[in-house]
């Protein structure tokens, strides 16, 4: 049994410290205990398993200029951050290569791939499980040119299995007669699933891990301790905890804790935003994501949540207006007819590596020190996962899957 000190209480954290605590070690998670600040709370919901086709694809850089310059698209700039942002950009566009694209979905799918089992293993038995619902997950394009124009996309997907139903007409219209005429291609995704309340699915979790023994401390974990190349506790407060082994789960803000560490990894905020229009008219029958606005609409419990956006400008400034009124924009234009009660309004912070890959895995030279963090838009659906690998780590079992890809030592 390790005393295992966990930084950070998102749904990577949580789901490390719920099967730390399954493998029998004591388990205490530093979190600053604001909920609404994690990108946990606020995402999209899909567990979208199909999700493995990263941002920096081919192509990227030919398009997103005139993305930046159009308010009708949804990649925004803090123009005062693009010096700061400029080296990070450097090394993502680095990865915008077809090679690149096929070994990053390969390592995303290892780890997303079964994401709705994922989430039922680690779920499964605890107050949290109701929030998990089974569901397919749709990709709507205008026409079936739009859709031909994503090939690339999809080629990508069935040579890592996936399979999906290809519709049109009445059968598209048969299939969710919600959306507008002038969307008229779907591709249909089975076994997938979405969870209903994100943030409550976090409570509960969380809850749990208390229930069965764990410790919740609020407050700023300031840095790692060790001596002799090994882990001996965590710094709060001017306090130190001790631990056997740590885990840094801090999301978009892991980075100023691994450079502590000697790991300079380049690692951004992808600043994503939603919309909640509660009491609407009409909700889509499962999670659904609009291609040509890149957002997904997701019928949650009382509401429905239009979530997407990426918008470079770190971690520390106000959320835009501009995003909110796209969102607005585009989901009236999806659903023509839409009327809703009130809405809710949230920015959060995508934690985006260079390389598209999220950490997972030992610090290369200090015993005891694991990352789990880096899952950019997929991190609900990768986060059980994630966890289940780092405790078996942790607990000395080896992963019956080929953990390099994600090794913190890529950035030694
Ligand atoms: C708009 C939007 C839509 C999205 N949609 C989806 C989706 O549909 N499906 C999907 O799979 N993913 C989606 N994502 C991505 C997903 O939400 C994230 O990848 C995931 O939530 C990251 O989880 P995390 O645990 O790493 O980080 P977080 O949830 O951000 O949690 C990190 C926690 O660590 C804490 N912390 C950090 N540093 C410290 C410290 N030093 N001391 C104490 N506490 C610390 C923070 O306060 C925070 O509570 C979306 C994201 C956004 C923004």
Redesign the pocket.
């Given at each position: 049994m390790k005393k295992v000190i966990v930084?950070?209480?998102?749904?990577?954290?949580i789901s490390t410290s719920i099967w730390l605590q399954r493998a029998g070690h004591k388990v205490t998670i530093?979190?600053?205990g604001?909920a609404l600040?994690?990108?946990?709370y606020?995402?999209?919901?899909?567990l979208?398993s199909s999700a493995i086709v990263p941002v920096n694809v081919p192509g990227l850089m030919r398009k997103a200029p005139g993305m930046l310059l159009n308010p009708g698209q949804p990649l925004f700039v803090k123009w005062s951050y693009l010096p700061k942002l400029a080296p990070w950009l450097m090394r993502y566009i680095s990865h915008c290569r077809p090679e690149e694209t096929l070994r990053i979905a390969a390592a995303l799918n290892a780890i997303i791939g079964d994401s709705l089992q994922d989430h039922q293993l680690l779920a499964g038995g605890t107050p949290a499980a109701r929030r998990i619902r089974p569901s397919d997950y749709v990709f709507i394009y205008d026409d079936k040119a739009h859709y031909d124009s994503d090939a690339s996309s999809w080629s990508v997907r069935r040579s890592l299995g996936f399979e999906w139903d290809e519709l049109q007409g009445d059968a598209w219209k048969a299939h969710d007669p919600v959306f507008s005429p002038d969307l008229k291609f779907a591709a249909c995704l089975k076994n997938h699933g979405m969870i209903d309340d994100p943030g409550a699915y976090l409570e509960d979790l969380t809850d749990y891990f208390v229930k069965q023994g764990g410790q919740v401390l609020k407050?700023?974990?300031d840095d790692v301790v060790h001596e002799n190349r090994a882990v001996s506790g965590v710094r709060i407060g001017g306090e130190t905890i001790p631990a056997n082994a740590v885990v840094i789960?801090?999301?978009?803000?892991?980075a100023g804790?691994t450079r502590k560490l000697g790991l300079n990894i380049p690692l951004e905020s992808e600043r994503?935003?939603?919309l909640e229009l509660w009491e609407p008219n009409m909700m889509p029958r499962g999670p659904v994501m609009i291609v040509g606005g890149k957002f997904?609409v997701t019928p949650m419990e009382g509401r429905l949540r239009v979530?997407?956006i990426v918008e470079f400008g770190g971690l520390k400034k106000p959320p835009s207006k501009a995003p909110f009124s796209l969102l607005r924009n585009s989901i009236r234009a999806a659903l023509p007819g839409l009327t809703w009660k009130r809405e809710t309004r949230w920015m959060?912070?995508?934690?985006a590596p260079a390389d598209s890959i999220p950490l997972i895995g030992e610090v290369p030279g200090l015993a005891g020190a694991y990352l789990g963090?880096g899952?950019?838009?997929?991190?609900?659906?990768g986060?059980p996962r994630t966890g289940q690998l780092l405790a078996q780590l942790i607990s000395g079992n080896r992963p019956n899957i080929d953990l390099s890809p994600y090794a913190p030592a890529r950035f030694a």
């Open positions: 930084i950070g209480g998102g749904i990577v954290g530093i979190d600053r604001v600040d994690r990108a946990s606020g995402n999209g919901g899909v979208a407050g700023e974990a789960a801090g999301g978009a803000w892991s804790l994503g935003y939603h997904v979530a997407g959060g912070h995508r934690p963090f899952h950019h838009h997929v991190g609900l659906t986060g």
